[in-house]
């Protein structure tokens, strides 16, 4: 598109979210309070924006170009077509796969459901066991137990401390049963990078699929299919700022995996996937990946920098805080923290100028602290005092200078109010005390 | 959470924040709940001559629904005897503060630690006059 800048379009939107966290900044004591501040956005694993030039790849295909991909007849298909298929190399190249193997979904949970079940069920009349980790994600997770409610065994390895499962755990639990084995390539929650590599060796030789749900972790870290010997990998739109109601499934094909369907209809993607492809969205998570596979290298060393920033700040001003998964083996953009004797949701209430999310109890309905942190291990109280900060393509140097100031203040203000802090200043061990639980 | 404007108040504001000196007398300490669940909370009563609660002083770890009950508490037991502080009840404080259904616990463990705080005083307080009674008997 002629005279389109991608440059100058990311400036301007750190510029614009920039400037709805400096309103928040330069207004609070301003006539001005009425109108809606935007907190600063912290919180890139749970969502990303759509990048601007996503946006405007996809824009044609709602209103001009707006054809039915599967219609064969005429132009208006010929072109939707043709964009889902380009969308396809750039989502195939990006992974290091060929554009046959990968099938659109309507984004990662629906490609974890269908990696899962779809082999588990292809497979059971000989293989009935599946291996997954106590740290995958809600619908890697709810899919394993609703298997093992239709008879599947399912091995849920532990984690060690760093996050990091322990490889020679993962063999010992292979067996001849063994159908597929689902590990996630980074965590959403504390960020850190599974041994994809040694796991894709490791299931290749004992002849067991190998899935890994890299929502996370495409557009991130560099992934290949080939030299990771991966048979299926899901991938979400709305973690790489793409938009959000669109994923994939990679799905080998030499040697071919052969699994069922979970939606039955037309047939389309080769019979995995039936249903009409929403082009925009496809073209979008195209656009996505293209861009992603350019700017990656880039884009991870400036986060690194922003990440190291937020942490040293944090850590310079603040006794007592604990990153959460190992230090090193984690993708740049995330930062899990548990600041101690704070608790996390009314630490989140006194940080209502910026957007995370916290692993505290509190913030769930469920009143159950994350099960990730306590996977590793990470003591319930410290559970219940965790941030998750997210770094992304659009933070910039101020938004980290400003989470600082805005976390050390609510923290430092908090510990002032909590009793475990002034336990732990006078040198009592909170351990030590028998708690009257209710 | 959308939390009610009198708990966001209780939470920008916190009353009474803080701490008696230790060895003050007649000060009763509750301190209820458990690291492990995410809620720990602190209260304090000084109790006057005339047998009302003269001062409080709370910290909680916790919520903010836990930091606004156990504000409100230390509020509403200033100036009452004990026995009238003891019927403070927890849904008068989950009400008050409109604390949504998942968080009315936060309240009853509010009431909890009134509740443990009287019961301290009048243990230190059995305590001194038993003491005075020996002391007297050893005269």
Known sequence: ?438 | MAYSEKLLEHYDNPRNVGAFEKGEGNVGTGLVGAPACGDVMKLQIKVGADGRIADAKFKTFGCGSAIASSSLATEWVKGKTLEEAEQIKNTEIAQHLSLPPVKIHCSVLAEDAIKAAIKDFREKQEGREKQSGKDKAAE
């Open chain 1, 1 to 438: 598109m002629s005279g389109f800048n991608p440059q100058l379009e990311i400036k301007a939107r750190q510029a614009h979210m920039n400037t709805q966290a400096h309103m928040t900044m330069t207004n609070s004591n301003h006539a001005l309070e009425n109108r809606p501040k935007l907190p600063v956005y912290l919180d890139y694993q749970a969502t990303t924006p759509c990048d601007p030039r996503v946006v405007q790849a996809m824009l044609p295909y709602f209103t001009e170009k707006f054809g039915n991909p599967h219609s064969r007849n005429h132009s208006y298909g010929w072109d939707a077509e043709e964009a889902v298929e380009k969308a396809r190399a750039e989502i195939a190249a990006l992974i290091g796969a060929d554009e046959k193997e990968i099938i659109f979904t309507s984004g990662a949970t629906e490609s974890n459901n269908l990696a899962i079940k779809g082999v588990a069920h292809f497979q059971k009349d000989r293989k009935n066991h599946i291996i997954t980790v106590a740290t995958e994600h809600k619908c890697v997770l709810d899919s394993c137990r609703h298997l093992e409610l239709e008879g599947f065994q399912v091995t849920y390895l532990p984690v060690m401390q760093n996050g990091l499962i322990d490889l020679e755990q993962l063999k010992a639990a292979i067996t001849d049963k063994t159908a597929i084995v689902s590990v996630m390539a980074v965590n959403n929650e504390i960020g850190v990078i599974q041994p994809i590599a040694e796991i894709g060796a490791i299931c290749r030789a004992r002849g067991v699929y190998f899935h890994t749900d890299a929502a996370q972790a495409v557009g991130k870290i560099p992934l290949d299919v080939n030299a990771m010997k991966i048979d299926l990998l899901s991938i979400s739109g709305h973690k790489i700022y793409g938009p959000k109601g669109i994923g994939a499934l990679y799905v080998r094909r030499k040697p071919r995996v052969r699994m069922e369907a979970l939606i039955h209809g037309g047939g389309q993607e080769r019979g995995f996937r039936s249903g009409t492809l929403p082009t925009p969205l496809c073209v979008g998570l195209g656009e996505a990946c293209a861009i992603a596979r350019k700017e990656m290298g880039a884009e991870a060393e400036r986060l690194k920098v922003l990440r190291d920033r937020l942490y040293n700040g944090l850590k310079a001003r603040l006794p007592d805080i604990y990153l959460n998964g190992d230090p090193d083996r984690r993708i740049p953009g995330n930062l899990n923290v548990s600041f101690a004797y704070v608790e996390g949701e009314g630490l989140m209430m006194g940080i209502k100028e910026l957007a995370v999310s916290s692993g505290s109890a509190c913030t769930s309905a469920s009143l159950e602290p994350s099960y990730v942190l306590r996977a590793l291990g990470v003591e319930e109280e410290l559970a219940h005092t965790s941030l998750r900060l997210g770094l992304g393509r659009f933070s910039t140097e101020q938004d980290v200078d400003y989470a600082i100031e805005h976390i050390v203040q609510a923290v430092t203000r908090l510990r002032e109010m909590s009793p475990l802090w002034e336990m732990a200043q006078e040198g009592i061990d909170i351990k030590s005390i028998e708690w009257a639980e209710h």
